[in-house]
C-alpha cells in the first residue's frame, strides 16, 4: 500500500483531564451503527463496563480504551507510526495489539465519564474530534513521563497507528496497567 504525504498525521491534546480515570479513543459513526443508529444519550460508560459490549466494541476496532489511570490533566498524541515520537522521555508502559477501522476518518478522544451520555454531535467541547486517513490501523499505546509541567511531569500517552490493508486481529491485553504515576 502506497502512502501519500497526506496520510500521515501527528494530533497533540494538552491539558485533557482524564474524566473518571480514563479516555477512549473511537469512531463514533461506528459506535452509532454498533448500536442500531440508536446511541445517542445512551450510557455507554455503564453497558461498556457491565457487559460484555465493551470487550466487543474493542474487539471490532471501534474503540479503544486508556482505563484505570489517575484522573488527571494529560498530553494525549495520535500519530502515525511514521511520523516522529512525542514522548521523549521516560517509557513507563506500552499496550500492543489494538485495533481500529473507520470509513470516515473521522474519530473522537474523550473522557470516560462523557461516555454516560454518549452525545459527541452536540457536546463538542467534551468530545475532541481527530481527522485521519479512512481505513484500518494496528495501534500502540505508549505512555511516560515527559519534562515538567507545573511542578509535576508531563504525563503523556500517545497512540500510535500503523496502517494494515485488511481488518488486523485484536490481540490488545486489556488488563494491563497503564497507570503512569506511581501509587507509593
Known amino acids: 500500500m502506497m502512502l501519500q504525504d497526506s496520510q500521515f498525521f501527528t494530533f497533540i491534546y494538552k491539558e485533557l483531564y482524564a474524566e473518571l480515570g480514563g479516555f477512549v479513543l473511537c469512531d463514533p459513526q461506528r459506535i452509532d451503527q454498533f448500536h442500531g443508529g440508536k446511541a445517542h444519550h445512551l450510557n455507554l460508560l455503564q453497558r461498556y463496563t457491565e457487559t ?4 466487543q466494541v474493542c474487539n471490532q476496532g471501534i474503540a479503544i480504551p486508556v482505563t484505570d489511570i489517575e484522573p488527571w490533566w494529560y498530553t494525549l498524541v ?13 517509557l513507563r508502559v506500552v499496550s500492543r495489539g489494538f485495533i481500529l477501522g473507520t470509513e470516515t476518518g473521522q474519530l473522537c478522544l474523550c473522557g470516560l465519564g462523557y461516555l454516560g451520555d454518549w452525545n459527541p454531535v452536540n457536546n463538542p467541547s467534551c468530545y475532541v474530534p481527530v481527522t485521519i486517513f479512512p481505513g484500518w490501523y494496528e495501534v500502540e499505546i505508549r505512555g511516560g513521563l515527559q519534562g515538567e509541567v507545573a511542578d509535576r511531569e508531563e504525563l503523556v500517552y500517545e497512540f500510535v497507528f500503523t496502517p494494515s490493508a485488511q481488518p488486523p486481529v485484536f490481540i490488545a491485553d486489556l488488563s494491563i496497567n497503564m497507570n503512569l504515576v506511581d501509587e507509593t
Open 78 to 90: 495520535i500519530r502515525h507510526v511514521a511520523m516522529p515520537t512525542y514522548l521523549t522521555g521516560t
Open 52 to 55: 460484555e459490549e465493551g470487550d
